[in-house]
């Protein structure tokens, strides 16, 4: 009987600014008690959250824009480079809508600007860039990383009769090479990917924003539904936590160590 192929990391990704567009990379250095480096690493506050840039504490997402709320981000085109702390915003059509320091008052005042002229809908107060500085800008309260199953969009996928994009799904880990939900049965269980290795942490429960087209904006597929009426739960991907530092790069082996 021939061997099964190994499970291995397919792609990597981050997402700079919370709520806007991955960034993929080709390799990442991770570190224990740690998000992949840059990840999450500031947001938009639209609601008054309270959030302290120089004491930095966990915030409810709802504070900040995110597509699940502001579905017209999602086709919008960032990148960020780390070097200078510049971020570029371009529309769907690849115009420049802004590309400003996030670093800087004036570089924060032409983005803040810029969301609030792209929003269809701009909220009742103004836009606040936030910096993260200590901490990740991430839903968890503790430094996770997220991995997703390319097997389980695939199996999510068949289920809707769709070509589901496993970008919705905002993972920083994509896996290739195990069965449909074999993730489901890793809780507590330890990974090694590269020369780094990960606690299993808990199932990620999706929300609305998996629904959305990226292209478009648009919500066009029933994901949370599918889930709960063909699959019991609302859960697609785990979140992990470093356990010992290392580089992670696409190609790279995943062992399930027990």
Not at 108 to 133: H, M, N, Q, W, Y
Not at 236 to 254: M, Q, S, Y
């Amino acid at each position: 009987m021939p061997s099964t192929p190994a499970a291995r990391l397919a792609a990597l990704y981050r997402y700079p600014v919370k709520g806007l567009s991955a960034e993929q990379l080709q390799d990442v250095a991770v570190e224990e008690g740690a998000v992949f480096p840059f990840d999450r690493a500031y947001a938009i506050e639209f609601r008054d959250s309270g959030f302290d840039e120089e004491n930095p504490q966990h915030v409810s997402k709802s504070k900040f824009l995110q597509m699940a709320l502001f579905n017209e981000l999602a086709p919008l085109k960032t990148s960020v480079d780390t070097a200078s702390k510049t971020l570029t915003v371009r529309t769907p059509e690849g115009e420049i809508a802004v590309e400003a320091s996030l670093d800087t008052p004036e570089g924060r005042r032409a983005i803040e600007d810029a969301f609030a002229k792209l929003l269809k809908s701009p909220p009742t107060r103004p836009l606040r860039l936030v910096a993260g500085r200590t901490i990740a800008l991430t839903d968890q309260r503790r430094p996770l990383i997220s991995l997703i199953n390319l097997a389980s969009v695939a199996d999510l996928g068949s289920a809707m009769a769709m070509n589901l994009d496993p970008a919705r799904f905002r993972g920083n880990l994509y896996i290739d090479g195990w069965d449909a939900w074999a993730e489901t049965g890793l809780i507590g269980k330890t990974l090694r990917i590269g020369d780094a290795e990960f606690s299993v942490e808990k199932a990620i429960e999706r929300c609305v924003a998996t629904e959305l087209d990226l292209e478009t904006g648009t919500r066009n597929a029933p994901v949370l539904d599918t889930l709960r009426e063909c699959y019991g739960h609302l859960d697609c991907g785990i979140f992990l936590a470093v356990t010992k530092p290392g580089t992670v790069r696409p190609g790279d082996e995943v062992t399930i160590l027990g």
